[in-house]
T-cell receptor
């Protein structure tokens, strides 16, 4: 069975600082991997996805993620965080783009 | 394009009452999903439709939850009777196909008293 672990429940960073959100997955084959962002009171928005090919994936809003098969990880990064990035972030793994198991999320707080 | 529409945005009911949620997916999206998101957790898939047929309802508590998508477009999710543990946000998502990225609505926040 597939599973996703986001080890950090809550992360606080200063505006302008770099960000890395961790995601570890368990899956029997090469999975589809996703990062979503959820602002309060809203649904999830897809930031980026990995299916195959280049292991460094670029997404929207300046985010990127790197797939590391040997570590079963798909960490999300951003070089300089903006106050508007404060939200909850979910990593997901699936057998295809449509069917995913979600982690429990990491809440990002941005200090001025 | 218009996004996934859900209503109502908020609903408060007492336990043992019934409640229904409505979802209108993005036009042309054949696949529709209902998720339950409990506070502090990620979304959990309840049911997946392909057009008007059920693809996966393995995690739907069928003794109290039901869902339909009669004409392959709009969908309703019903809970009867509601329990305290059903307090959650219910998210609807749609995609062009079962292997395409999902687009989410803003959800319905359900509170059970």
């Amino acid at each position: 069975a597939q599973s996703v672990t986001q080890p950090d429940i809550h992360i606080t960073v200063s505006e302008g600082a770099s960000l890395e959100l961790r995601c570890n997955y368990s899956y029997g084959a090469t999975p589809y991997l996703f990062w979503y962002v959820q602002s309060p009171g809203q649904g999830l928005q897809l930031l980026l996805k990995y299916f195959s090919g280049d292991t460094l994936v670029q997404g929207i809003k300046g985010f990127e993620a790197e797939f590391k098969r040997s570590q079963s990880s798909f960490n999300l990064r951003k070089p300089s965080v903006h106050w508007s990035d404060a939200a909850e972030y979910f990593c997901a793994v699936g057998i295809n783009a449509g069917k995913s198991t979600f982690g429990d999320g990491t809440t990002l707080t941005v200090k001025p | 394009e218009a996004g996934v529409a859900q209503s109502p945005r908020y609903k408060i009911i007492e336990k043992r009452q019934s409640v229904a949620f409505w979802c209108n997916p993005i036009s042309g999206h054949a696949t529709l999903y209902w998720y339950q998101q409990i506070l502090g957790q990620g979304p959990k898939l309840l049911i997946q439709f392909q057009n008007n047929g059920v693809v996966d309802d393995s995690q739907l508590p069928k003794d109290r939850f039901s869902a339909e998508r009669l004409k392959g477009v709009d969908s309703t999710l019903k809970i009867q009777p509601a329990k305290l543990e059903d307090s959650a946000v219910y998210l609807c998502a749609s995609s062009r196909g079962p292997d395409q990225p999902q687009h989410f609505g803003d959800g319905t926040r359900l509170s059970i008293l």
